[in-house]
């Protein structure tokens, strides 16, 4: 009897001891950008689009899926990861350059630049030759990866820090920030391109491919996407929009985008695959998107032949909104 006491008091004394826990950090944002290359490996995802809801575009205000957000961004904080809204994709900046085949991330040169996804390294080096573009030396120095049939591209680099058939991960410092070739000011520009690396119209808006970026506040950005098209279901080729955002339907907007669809320019291109494809039977390509935009509600405008079309749409904090405009 005094051993199962003996024992009994031992328990007590054992279960009320201080017991030091280490705690592990638990990621619970799995878009989050690594701030280091010593990660596990992952594979490229495959290229299949999700969609929650089955959501018919043409018969709803907006559809809200999660979107096709597989790369990394190629810019790691604390630098500049935000994508310039001056100078989006497809943008001519009215009219007066080449329709823009990718985006910015402007940043100082030196600034590490880092591979979107995993994959193998196509090209590295100076586009001494008119390969990826029209034009000799339009890139200066230029990485190609190539990820399972889509291929990102970083220019203007003012080193690079790969060689051709290197295999590298998602996150791993692949290059630096600077200005050569055809580029005022350092910066990034940023391609996605889908089926041929080679195809300078082969390109994708990068911004429904990135991973959302967070605010100021902690919270991830969400993404517009807008197909502006004709009685038969055609991309139209230019038309005028304005964006306004609200907190709060009830109150003035908050802040104003303006902008055009895709030059006619980039809807030449056979190549193209639709981001998300919906369930009625035919893919829906857009011609204008916007990224890095805060939630809450938008009323969009799109003016074309002298009438305006509007519609409320709501954007949600990492996903992406789809929206159809039909049009005369």
């Not at 329709?99 to 390294?121: D, I, L, M, Q, R």
């Not at 889509?150 to 690079?160: D, G, P, Q, R």
Request: charged content about 20%; proline content about 7%.
């Amino acid at each position: 009897m005094k051993q199962i006491l003996s024992i009994l008091l031992l328990l007590i004394l054992v279960s009320c001891a201080n017991v030091e826990v280490t705690e592990t950090p638990v990621v619970v944002n799995t878009k989050v950008i690594p701030t280091s290359t010593s990660l596990p490996p992952t594979p490229f995802p495959s290229i299949t689009s999700t969609i929650e809801t089955p959501c018919d575009p043409f018969s709803v205000d907006f559809c809200i899926t999660e979107g096709h957000f597989i790369l990394q961004r190629p810019i790691h904080p604390p630098a500049n990861i935000l994508v310039d809204a001056t100078y989006g994709y497809g943008s001519t900046t009215n009219g007066t350059r080449e329709p823009h085949h990718g985006v910015e991330f402007p940043n100082k040169s030196g600034t590490p630049v880092y591979a979107a996804a995993a994959g193998t390294v196509l090209f590295a080096g100076p586009d001494k030759e008119a390969i990826y573009c029209p034009w000799e030396n339009f890139y200066g120095n230029l990485v190609v990866i190539e990820h399972d049939q889509l291929f990102t591209l970083y220019a203007h680099l003012s080193k690079i820090d790969v060689e051709e058939g290197q295999k590298v991960f998602a996150g791993d410092k692949i290059a630096e920030v600077g200005r050569t070739g055809v580029a005022i000011g350092s910066h990034l520009h940023f391609e996605v391109r889908r089926g041929d690396a080679e195809d300078y119209f082969a390109t994708q808006n990068p911004e429904l491919w990135l991973a959302p970026a967070i605010d100021g506040d902690g919270n991830l950005f969400g993404t517009l996407m807008i197909s502006v098209v004709d009685q038969d279901r055609q991309l139209l080729k230019y038309a005028e929009f304005t964006i306004k955002y609200y907190s709060n339907q009830s109150k003035p907007p908050i802040k104003s985008y303006y902008g055009t669809t895709y030059s006619s320019d980039m809807l030449n291109r056979d190549t193209r695959s639709a981001i998300v494809p919906v369930p009625f039977g035919g893919p829906v390509d857009e011609n204008a998107a916007l990224g890095e935009l805060p939630a809450g509600h938008y009323r969009i405008a799109i003016e074309r032949n002298g009438q305006v079309y509007e519609r409320w749409v709501e954007v949600e904090s990492g996903k992406l909104t789809q929206v159809v405009f039909v049009v005369k």
